[in-house]
């Protein structure tokens, strides 16, 4: 499976930066819905509320799903990579 991949920096509500990707199939391209994915993930790490939009979160490139991206994709719409902050 292709996925999207989408760069995404939110700051937290402590002042500090969250960097995470969002992955999604291919054949998505709407950015509401990426960004609704991404506010999904936001809310599960206490963090709901924060703003997400072009701004914060912006179509990168794309690449092939491991079995594991491609097995959460499948059950919940999309595949979290975090980066540096989501702790």
Request: aromatic share 10%; charged share 25%.
């Amino acid at each position: 499976m292709k996925v999207a991949v989408w760069d995404t920096y939110v700051t937290r509500r402590d002042g500090s930066t969250m960097h995470f990707d969002i992955l999604v199939p291919d054949h998505i391209v709407d950015e509401t819905t990426v960004y609704e994915m991404g506010k999904m993930y936001l809310a599960f790490k206490g963090q709901e509320g924060q703003p997400l939009s072009a701004r914060q979160c912006r179509y990168c490139h794309q690449e092939a799903a491991t079995a594991e991206m491609e097995a959460l994709i499948r059950t919940q719409g999309f595949y979290i990579i975090e980066m540096e902050g989501c702790d």
